[in-house]
């Protein structure tokens, strides 16, 4: 079926140092891209989202990239500080699902001081 | 801000017991979500509501049931558990009609053992 995954399980960075998180998605009809930061315990919180019609999207620190040529979604954070280490996926939302979130593999980022 | 709340935060029960989960989405939020996260994975989509309607239906066993009440709050029954059941379970809200359905709050979770 559909899914989306992510290239790399762990990450690990030092502290200052930029992050790339990779994520591959298979359904082509995906129109919404959604990264969320999952800490221990804690559920998904929402980072930053990009729509289909774009290829990249920047917030503060953070910057999703979307290559739909090759259905690729990444997630780079500029300056990794050590209250980055989390678990970080990317997410689809199929069209025409009333949005409920299709969720890839996660990739551990930890970030070394 | 007022986040989405789920209760209990921790629950353990025994095979073939049931369970009922509570979700109390952000006021104003219509539409409710249930994510299921094994150890290790990721989420994974059971079943979710808008104004008390289901409105889509994932991986749910058919020994889960759920709904939306006037409220706008959630329960997820679960009768029969099995050991596989073990898992956090998040629930989600959101404010529907919004492109892509706007942005999905999470609780934090319940984490259900079954022994």
């Known amino acids: 079926g559909e899914s989306v995954g992510l290239h790399l399980p762990t990450l690990s960075v030092q502290e200052g140092d930029n992050s790339i998180i990779n994520c591959a998605y298979s359904?082509?009809?995906?129109?919404?891209f959604i990264w969320y930061k999952q800490e221990s315990g804690k559920g998904p919180q929402f980072i930053i989202d990009?729509?289909?019609?774009?290829d990249k999207r920047q917030g503060q620190r953070v910057t999703v990239l979307l290559n739909k040529t090759v259905k690729h979604l990444s997630l780079q954070i500029a300056a990794t500080q050590p209250g980055d280490s989390a678990v970080y996926f990317c997410a689809e939302i199929s069209g025409g699902s009333n949005y409920k979130l299709t969720f890839g593999k996660g990739t551990l980022l930890t970030v070394n001081p | 801000a007022a986040g989405v709340i789920q209760s209990p935060r921790h629950l353990i029960k025994e095979k073939r017991e049931t369970a009922t989960l509570k979700c109390y989405p952000i006021p104003r939020h219509d539409t409710v979500y249930w994510y299921q996260q094994g150890p290790g994975q990721d989420p994974q989509f059971l079943i979710s509501f808008y104004e008390k309607m289901q409105s889509d239906k994932g991986s749910i066993p058919d020994r889960f049931s759920a709904q939306q009440f006037s409220d706008y709050h959630s329960e997820l029954n679960m009768s029969s558990l099995e050991l596989g059941d073990s898992a956090l379970y998040f629930c989600?809200?959101?404010?529907?009609?919004?492109?892509?359905?706007?942005?999905?709050?999470f609780g934090p979770g319940t984490r259900l053992t079954v022994l």
């Open positions: 989600a809200s959101s404010l529907g009609g919004e492109l892509a359905g706007g942005e999905q709050f």
């Open positions: 359904n082509s009809a995906s129109d919404y």
């Open positions: 990009i729509r289909s019609n774009m």
